[in-house]
Nanobody
Framework: QVQLVESGGGLVQAGGSLRLSCAASGRTFTSFALGWFRQAPGKEREFVAGITRSDTIIGYADSVKGRFTISRDKTKNTVYLQMNSLKPEDTAIYYC????????????????WGRGTQVTVSS
């Protein structure tokens, strides 16, 4: 398995931006796909964005398309989630996850998870 540690969350006003980071260790960084998920209070965890081991974008949730961008830096073993034009409904705990599958979009396809980072967007 791979160890994942998220950072970069915080409190931001609506319309603002944040960049989340997820540092990976324990396995070759280029051997797995990476995804970002989020879970808001009282809701199920949902897929936000994903990127394959060859840096192809798997996809974005409809609610974040055009506002969020996923990327990975192989030199730093880190995957990022750039979040722009944030809305109060983006408030959630954001999780980074790794998968051995080629283009995973579902939670059950991921077998390594970080502990999450809180993002709060005020109106």
């Amino acid at each position: 398995q791979v160890q994942l540690v998220e950072s970069g969350g915080g409190l931001v006003q609506a319309g603002g931006s944040l960049r989340l980071s997820c540092a990976a260790s324990g396995r070759t960084f280029t051997s797995f796909a990476l995804g970002w998920f989020r879970q808001a209070p009282g809701k199920e965890r949902e897929f936000v964005a994903g990127i394959t081991r060859s840096d192809t974008i798997i996809g974005y949730a409809d609610s974040v398309k055009g506002r969020f961008t996923i990327s990975r830096d192989k030199t730093k073993n880190t995957v990022y989630l750039q979040m722009n034009s944030l809305k109060p409904e983006d408030t959630a705990i954001y999780y980074c996850a790794a998968s051995a599958n080629r283009a995973p979009k579902f939670e059950y396809e991921y077998d390594s998870w970080g502990r999450g980072t809180q993002v709060t967007v005020s109106s």
